[in-house]
């Protein structure tokens, strides 16, 4: 049974606890763009200063964290761990397509111990108040190991007791109390496009994030053309892209490659074939126009990309033939 968010006019949260929440949701926000949307964790530890004191975001790795500086019963943030090259992160959330919402589960006790089991309790009670009181939360989702992006505001939207979990969506709506909770409210209603928009958004964004850290982590953080290490200028290409039914965001549609390199790649003036051999336009190699040509994409004609160690990481060949083909169509 799906609980929706209730709207009884005397469950009010604290005013001074949705104060913090307001003021953890901007910082996060202005974290998110002071990095490029990928937080370091040792960033997010420095918390937010409120009232004279230092309010942590999450201890990162409690999933539902819930300050002590905070008087009601609502969780403050809610926190997906990176996944890991072997194994599982220890939510399995995700998202809900026909639900439109992001996927969020319990927590299930560490072991049979009595502690262990109150604990999740709490934390569990902590995210379903979150619910009832129709609370904003800050919803932090691990990319890589020591980055976090953020979904802030978000609200949790059902709660379902039955198969442990709760549904999120992101909101774009934030401000003062009374003008959040009034529009919150009639976002059930009126603003259901909205809230569907921010969220289609957020999901693409973390995916996009995602997929460049599983893909960049593959190649060993190195161009597959070039061999460039630097962080800054290394971008996940998709081999067929995401309007394609088989262009998943999965490491064996992606292709770690330089900026310049993706773009070519993108624009069918490089080609890569099933094998993994670089081919480059024939008007490209006709052309004359200095070093950079030379020896930034010309050079590379005839030679085979860098592929990950791991057979299950490397690109897939019938994937690579399917845009090899359409190289070869727009080169003709």
Known sequence: MLLPRRRNAALVPDELDYELRLVAIAR?????RDYGDLIPVEALREGVPFQRERVAFSTFYSGIFRPRQMRGPAALSLTTAPPKRAGTA???????GSAEAFVYHYRTPQSGSTSAVRAAEADNRA?????????????FRGIGPGQYAAVAPAFVIRDNPILRRVELQASLLIGSPGVVYATAEADLEAGQDLRRYATREALVRLHQHQFRALVLRAYGGRCAVCALREADLLQAAHILEDRDPRGVAAVVNGIALCAMHHLAYDRNLMGIDSRGGVHVSDRLLREHDGPMLRSGLQGFHGAAILQPRSPIERPDPHRLEVRFERFLAAAA
Do not use: C, H, M, Q
Request: glycine share 4%; proline share 8%; hydrophobic share 45%.
């Open 28 to 32: 996060v926000n202005e974290l998110s």
């Open 90 to 96: 220890p939510y399995d959330d995700g998202f809900d």
């Open 127 to 139: 995210l379903r108040a979150a619910a009832t009181l129709n609370v904003p939360v800050i919803y």
